[in-house]
T-cell receptor, first 112, second 114 residues
């Protein structure tokens, strides 16, 4: 059964730091991996989707990498800003089905 | 504007009183899904649908029903709500019928069952 883990659960950094969020999954037979952002009391916004054939995807200050063989993905945020404060979640489709499995998220706080 | 809408946004009800949470998308997406989010447990999938009249169970389907009679709508039905269904509910949609493309989420429905 696919399990998705995100470490750390919470992170607090000063503005301007580069940071890395981690996502681990147990079954490497995935179609893709998505990173989402969730602001308090709001829905989820898709940040990046990495197909299983890709190694990384970039959008602005965000870069997501995927290593299927080791069951890991990282989300790199460059030059963090207070506006980046949110919960970041990763999700993978459950192999062999059309279900989605989410990690429990990393709550990020960027201090001004 | 491309979006997923949910109604109501907030709902307080009592045990056993049937309720429906509506979900609608205007992007002509094939795949639609319902999730619940609980502290410490994260997002868990309740039901999903790959097309009209095609639905299947997610990881936590007990106590819920869904229907997909039209492509744009995917209502979530609680026939006899119980307090353990108090949660934050999200509807999502994806263009690809297998849900393998970017998922777009609604704003959420916060449900309290007394």
């Amino acid at each position: 059964k696919q399990e998705v883990t995100q470490i750390p659960a919470a992170l607090s950094v000063p503005e301007g730091e580069n940071l890395v969020l981690n996502c681990s999954f147990t079954d490497s037979a995935i179609y893709n991996l998505q990173w989402f952002r969730q602001d308090p009391g709001k829905g989820l916004t898709s940040l990046l989707l990495i197909q299983s054939s890709q190694r990384e995807q970039t959008s602005g200050r965000l870069n997501a990498s995927l290593d299927k063989s080791s069951g890991r993905s990282t989300l790199y945020i460059a030059a963090s800003q207070p506006g980046d404060s949110a919960t970041y979640l990763c999700a993978v489709p459950h192999s062999g089905t059309y279900k989605y499995i989410f990690g429990t998220g990393t709550r990020l706080k960027v201090l001004a | 504007e491309a979006q997923v809408t949910q109604n109501p946004r907030y709902l307080i009800t009592v045990t056993g009183k049937k309720l429906t949470v509506t979900c609608s998308q205007n992007m002509n997406h094939e795949y639609m899904s319902w999730y619940r989010q609980d502290p410490g447990l994260g997002l868990r999938q309740i039901y999903y649908s790959m097309n009209v009249e095609v639905t299947d169970k997610g990881d936590v389907p007990e106590g819920y029903k869904v229907s997909r009679k039209e492509k744009r709508n995917f209502p979530l039905i609680l026939e006899s709500p119980s307090p353990n269904q108090t949660s934050l509910y999200f509807c999502a949609s994806s263009r690809d019928r297998w849900g393998r493309e970017t998922q777009y989420f609604g704003p959420g429905t916060r449900l309290l069952v007394l």
